[in-house]
């Protein structure tokens, strides 16, 4: 005698809501996990772009080979005008403080 593969007294075959309601269930608990699982790599996704953002305007970059960080773009004149402006300072002063002497020396030897 063979097995039966439903349930139920035997000579009995099993109506087709019993056998599609269990596949249903099945289908509805992976389409449940499934969605979850893609609103966890959505929410994932959107803090690694936050995180991206909030470090590229810090000049930090992840790339493949690792972390870079940049140096921020300063433009050559500015550069120039604050590393050598005490010079020019110096400089002014320092022809002043000549001016001034060589004014004196000049008016004691008209005398």
Same mark, same amino acid.
């Given at each position: 005698m063979a097995a039966c593969m439903?349930? /139920? !007294? !035997?000579?009995? &075959? !099993? &109506?087709?809501?019993? &056998?599609? =309601? !269990? =596949? +249903?269930i099945f289908l509805a608990v992976i389409a449940g996990v499934g969605f979850v699982c893609y609103q966890i790599y959505v929410g994932a996704n959107k803090i690694r772009a936050?995180?991206?953002n909030s470090f590229a305007s810090r000049n930090v970059v992840f790339t493949k080979d690792g972390v870079k960080v940049g140096v921020k773009h300063v433009e050559n004149e500015k550069y120039v005008d604050a590393t050598q402006s005490w010079v020019v300072k110096a400089w002014n002063a /320092?022809? +002043?403080?000549n001016q001034q002497q060589h004014q004196k020396q000049q008016a004691t030897k008209r005398k």
């Open positions: 439903h349930d /139920g !007294p !035997p000579g009995m &075959k !099993p &109506k087709k809501d019993q &056998k599609i =309601l !269990p =596949l +249903a936050n995180a991206e /320092g022809n +002043a403080s």
